[in-house]
């Protein structure tokens, strides 16, 4: 959770480059510091997502060698990410918040093929995500009633709202859920493994132990 949170602080300001071009204006308590807000959010969002899956699920995350842990994963999902944003926005003028969530399937969808017994993590990330926003953004609108209209720019998104939230929050939560929840175990190379089981690596009478989640 602490490794994905300090992820999340570089990743979430980088992000507004894009999104306060054509998908909302923020509005910061600190002013012209408001990087710091992004920086926690981002951090709050990821390392939420690093954990989740444990406690949902009741596993833990285990070593696995034949796996790896490669630092390419990371560079690899940077580039698609970044390439997807750049090309979609700035070449395709395709909405910011499309085109993320557009990336983050594709993402999901690389870590998947690789590692298809991640699948139900994912999806329970997923699930999360999509139903924590509820009650979350519905606590905002009490203290800030005007919160939605004063941040998002309307003309640019669908203008559909369900349960008082913009569709596009349920599209860019649901698809970072898919990818959020398994990352750091793709790029470590780590198992999902229920919770007081044996490490992955001992022997069962001479065969490996299946420990699919």
């Not at 054509?22 to 709050?44: C, K, N, Q, S």
């Not at 979350?136 to 939230?165: C, H, K, M, Q």
């Amino acid at each position: 959770m602490i490794r994905l949170s300090l992820y999340g602080a570089i990743a979430g300001p980088i992000s507004q480059l894009w999104y306060v071009q054509d998908y909302w204006h923020p509005i910061y308590t600190l002013g012209r510091f408001g990087i710091v807000e992004d920086m926690l959010f981002a951090a709050f969002v990821a390392g939420i997502s690093g954990g989740v899956i444990n406690l949902l699920l009741g596993v833990r995350s285990v070593e696995s060698k034949e796996l790896g842990n490669s630092w390419m994963r990371i560079v690899v999902a940077i580039a698609l990410i970044i390439g997807a944003l750049f090309l979609m926005t700035n070449v395709l003028k395709i909405d910011s918040i499309y085109a993320s969530a557009i990336s983050f399937v594709l993402l999901s969808g690389l870590i998947l093929y690789q590692r298809p017994d991640l699948w139900k993590a994912s999806l329970v990330g997923m699930i999360f995500w999509l139903c924590a926003i509820i009650p979350a953004y519905n606590v905002i609108l009490l203290i800030w009633p005007r919160f939605i209209e004063d941040w998002w720019l309307w003309s640019n998104i669908s203008g559909i709202t369900l349960l008082n939230i913009p569709l596009e929050e349920y599209l860019w939560f649901g698809t970072w859920g898919l990818v959020g929840s398994i990352i750091y175990e793709w790029k470590g190379g780590y198992r999902f493994i229920p919770d007081g089981a044996k490490e992955p690596s001992v022997q069962n009478h001479g065969e490996q132990v299946d420990y699919t989640v």
